[in-house]
């Protein structure tokens, strides 16, 4: 088996988009190695419609989405290899992988990182109770009810507000299940305000800020909870604690980068972010290796996603062509900025894109970007929220003044 040039772990949305591009700059040396027996990743059990407004300026369902993406690559006769899990990567980006027919063992020069996030769950957060039957992520029970098609529960709360979350309170609503309920440890939201309105507000499900479930019961199978407020440390409040009777309950508190093969390969990572610290590239800090999508972090919009894929391909490409090497200049954030990304940039760099998210909802802001000492930038920002990815856009004039160090402060001043 000859060894590709490029290895693309991980056929979802970042993955085909990363593809698709190299294959457009006339690059097929290429292997998408996906887990599954299918190419989409995620996408294949969203089939709520809101992909693709910004990516193709139409709106799609998640398959139709994938679909889109799969179509323009298929002319180009791709190297796929499905049912291939990737067990190891190392430093040197040697990888070794599992299909039906056993073992392989690959030697790229390049390997883009596009795995996706896995899911947190009751282990991650650790709620009290009986080991009982009917305790899910949301993103497990969406794929069993959109394309299994089983009803995980009839009775259910959900735990989390995040977009999963609040999609699986409608589509379980709208699958004839009793959606009791959603809390939100926090005293905001984690999800876009269209999926509050289009999926708690307009169905009539009650969201209980500041809240958590502190117990679990049942056996085999949940018939309750036991629900507490919490107080401004997060730590409930025992005199107001309720039972509440329920067959299931659905967790949707958070996803993390899928990053176990990137801690093989000794990446560097962002305890902010959970993924890899890259370069403006997106390269990590192992030559080579690129990660984008939700590998690399955490993303609102799938179409986000897919626009890094292909700034990975763009990457890719400008590395074949040249092997000139720049210093890479640190990326600093500060104040009220849960992380900023990328986390360094080329000196001399034509072009920056930075993305943000921000620790609490704000309803006005200034962000100040100070290079080498000094404030080159300041912006003001408007209703600013977690859930909510921002972006900064800056030019080559700004870029070219700063040679040592950068840093992005967020403040409420």
């Not at 772990?9 to 190299?22: D, N």
């Not at 419609?49 to 998640?62: C, I, P, S």
């Not at 959606?179 to 009539?204: H, I, K, M």
């Not at 085999?220 to 407020?229: F, G, Q």
Request: charged share 20%.
């Amino acid at each position: 088996m000859t060894d590709p040039k490029i290895v693309i772990i991980g056929g979802g949305s970042a993955g085909l988009a990363c593809a698709l591009a190299l294959y457009q700059k006339g690059i097929s040396d290429v292997v998408i190695l996906e887990k599954e027996d299918e190419l989409g990743g995620i996408l294949n059990q969203c089939i709520h419609t809101g992909f693709g407004l910004t990516r193709f300026k139409q709106e799609y369902t998640g398959p139709h989405y994938a679909q889109r993406f799969i179509d323009d690559i298929m002319p180009y006769h791709p190297d796929i290899r499905l049912g291939a899990t990737v067990l190891e990567l190392h430093p040197d980006k040697t990888l070794i992988y599992s299909d039906r027919t056993g073992c392989h063992t690959l030697h790229p020069q390049i390997v883009v990182l596009a795995l996706g996030a896995r899911e947190r769950t009751r282990g991650n957060i650790g709620i009290p109770g009986d080991r009982s039957i009917g305790v899910w992520t949301a993103g497990s029970a969406q794929r069993y009810l959109n394309i299994d098609g089983y009803l995980v529960g009839r009775k259910v709360f959900i735990l989390g507000s995040g977009d999963i979350g609040l999609i699986m309170a409608r589509r379980m609503t709208l699958s004839g299940a009793t959606v009791v309920g959603v809390a939100e440890l926090l005293p905001y939201s984690n999800g876009l305000t269209r999926n509050l309105v289009q999926c708690l507000d307009d169905f009539n499900i009650p969201l209980h800020l500041s809240t958590t479930i502190t117990a679990i019961h049942g056996k085999p199978r949940v018939n309750a909870i036991t629900l507490c407020t919490v107080d401004a440390n997060r730590r409930p409040i025992p005199e107001t604690a309720q039972r509440v009777e329920v067959d299931t309950v659905l967790l949707s508190i958070g996803l993390l980068p899928d990053q176990v093969l990137g801690e093989q390969a000794g990446l560097l990572m962002d305890p902010r972010t959970r993924g890899p610290v890259v370069d403006d590239h997106l390269m990590t800090s192992v030559d080579g290796i690129y990660a984008c999508g939700n590998a690399l972090h955490i993303h609102d919009l799938v179409d986000w996603v897919s626009l890094e894929g292909e700034k990975v391909a763009q990457a890719i490409a400008e590395s074949l062509q040249s092997e000139a090497k720049a210093t890479r200049i640190p990326i600093t954030a500060k104040g009220k900025l849960a992380y900023i990304l990328p986390q360094s940039v080329h000196d001399g760099a034509s072009h920056l894109t930075l993305n943000y998210r921000v620790t609490q909802p704000m309803e006005k802001a200034v962000i100040r970007l100070v290079g080498d000492g000094e404030v080159v930038l300041t912006l003001p920002k408007t209703r600013l929220h977690p859930s909510e990815m921002q972006r900064i856009e800056i030019p080559h004039a700004l870029l070219s003044k700063i040679h040592y160090n950068w840093s992005v402060e967020l403040s409420d001043e």
